[in-house]
């Protein structure tokens, strides 16, 4: 038996990731407000949701975007750490 190496021709990406069927049409996996679409999977045990602009959301704040960028968390700070102006 011969052994023929496998040959990775990539993955394809999509050239429109979004899946947004309703109106208002939600924001663009590229926008600034991109987590303002509409979850249309959520998996709140695995800490993650999937938005209708293809963008992956994670609970600490952080995005995988549908062309594989990564945003990191961006939380903000947690209210014990913030102290008011005097």
Do not use: Y
Not at 16 to 41: G, K, L, M
Not at 50 to 56: E, Q, S
Request: with cysteine; aromatic share 4%; proline share 15%.
């Amino acid at each position: 038996m011969e052994h023929t190496p496998r040959r990775s021709t990539g993955t394809p990406q999509r050239k429109n990731s979004t899946v947004c069927r309703h109106r208002p049409p939600c924001p663009p996996a590229d926008s600034p407000d991109r987590e303002a679409a509409r979850p249309v999977a959520r998996f709140p045990e695995q800490g993650w949701s999937l938005l209708c602009n293809g963008v992956l959301l994670f609970e600490d704040t952080g995005e995988l975007l549908p062309d594989g960028r990564i945003i990191a968390p961006h939380r903000p700070p947690a209210a014990e750490h913030v102290t008011a102006a005097a």
